[in-house]
């Protein structure tokens, strides 16, 4: 197995999973009662959070409503798409080969 495949493999299945997080962390932001340090909650917590806290200083809130799991969902799918995507960086050099 090349670096390539490897990088596909691995990749793919990571920015899908986070992107999962971020919009199960958008869904519980609907619910500011819940606690995100219990179980289930930290599951998805633990992993968003280390993401969430520098772009929380970059963009303050609109209107009560922190935005910032939306653009992390929009970061990861980007990415997921410039590389993975049909016409994406890896799997271009995968076909060369």
């Not at 994406?88 to 076909?95: D, P, S």
Request: no cysteine; hydrophobic share 60%.
């Amino acid at each position: 197995m090349n670096a390539i495949a490897i990088a596909n493999w691995t990749l793919g299945p990571l920015l899908a999973l986070m992107t999962l997080l971020f919009i199960l962390r958008i869904v519980l932001t609907w619910y500011p009662q819940v606690h995100l340090n219990r179980l289930p909650f930290n599951i998805v917590a633990w992993p968003t959070e280390p993401f969430l806290i520098p772009l929380r200083k970059l963009v303050q809130p609109i209107g009560g409503v922190d935005i910032t799991p939306v653009i992390w969902v929009g970061i990861f799918s980007l990415l997921r798409e410039i590389l993975l995507g049909q016409q994406g960086l890896i799997t271009m050099f995968a076909r060369l080969q």
